[in-house]
C-alpha cells in the first residue's frame, strides 16, 4: 500500500484521514502543486517550490515549510514508495476551522502529499497524436494560482471528454490562453509560440523547460497571445503539463492540424525532452 505523508507523519494511505471541518474540504481553499519523479529525482524542486510560493502568497497564507523541509519530506516519501518513475501531488489548505468566510486569523495548515506510478508517453503511440476542443474560458481571472478549487477545470475537461477528446483549449476574449489541465504551444512557419504568463494562465514548469530547450538549441520561439484564428490555422499545436510532458494535437474541433500528424518541430522537442529526463535520472544524488 502507497505511503502518504500527512501533518509531519507518514502513513499508508487508507489511515490518513482530515477533518470535515478543514477548510480545504468545505471552501476548496488550499493551493497544490505535481511533480515528476525520474529515477528518484524530482523534477524541478526549485522551480515547483517557486510556483508553490507564488500561490500561497496570492491566497494570503504562509508556506509551513522551508525549503530544505520540502526537499527532506519530498524525498523520503519517494523513498518510501519504490525507486520507479513517479507523480508527486502536494496539497496546502489553510486547515480546520469554523465554517465562515473570513481567514482565520492563525490559521493551522493541512499539509499533505502522496506519490502515484507515472507512465511516461510513447513515441510511437504519440505520433498520431490527440484530439482537443475549444470552449470558452469562463473561469475567474486567477489561473496564476494553483488553486485546488478546480470545479470549472473539471467541467471544462469533460466537454472535452463528451466529445471524444483528450483536452479543452480555451478562449478568452478571442485568444486561446491554455488547456482545461495543460498549458498551449502552437507552431507557426517553424517558430514556437506559447502565451505570455499572466492571471489567465497558470504558470508551467513544463512550458518553462521547453522555452528554455528551444533557447539552447536554437529554435526559434517567442511568447505572444494566439488568437483563435492563428490557433485554428497552426501548423502545429501541443499540449504540455507535468504529466503529459508535451502531446501534439493532430485535431482540433474535428479538423486535422496541419497533415493531422504529429508535426516535426513537436518530434525534435520531444527527443529534446526526454534527453533532459535522462540526464536528470543519471545526475549523482
Known sequence: MAIVYLNGQFVPEDQAHVSVLDRGFIFGDGVYEVIPVYGARLFRLDEHIDRLDNSLNAIRLTNPLTRPQWKNLLTTLVEQNGTGDLAV?????????????????????????????????????????????????????????????????????????????LETILIRDEEATEGAASNLF????????????????????????ILELAQKNNLAHQEASISATQLQQ?????????????????RLDDAPVGDGKAGPVWSTMFDLYQDFKQQLRTQSA
Open 234 to 250: 497552426a501548423q502545429e499545436v501541443w499540449l504540455t503539463s507535468s504529466m503529459k510532458e508535451i502531446l501534439p494535437v493532430t
Open 186 to 209: 502552437i507552431v507557426n512557419n517553424g517558430t514556437i509560440i506559447t502565451p505570455p504568463k499572466g492571471q489567465f494562465l497558470l504558470p508551467g514548469i513544463t512550458r518553462d523547460l
Open 89 to 165: 501531488y502536494l496539497q496546502i489548505t489553510r486547515g480546520v476551522a469554523k465554517r465562515d468566510h473570513a481567514l482565520p486569523s492563525e490559521p493551522k495548515h493541512t499539509v499533505f502529499a502522496m506519490a502515484n506510478p507515472l507512465s511516461p508517453p510513447n513515441k510511437a503511440e504519440l505520433l498520431n497524436g490527440v484530439a482537443a476542443i475549444t470552449h470558452d474560458d469562463y473561469r475567474w481571472k486567477n489561473c496564476h494560482i494553483k488553486s485546488i478549487s478546480l470545479l470549472p477545470n473539471i467541467l471544462l475537461r469533460q466537454q472535452a471528454i463528451d466529445a471524444g477528446a
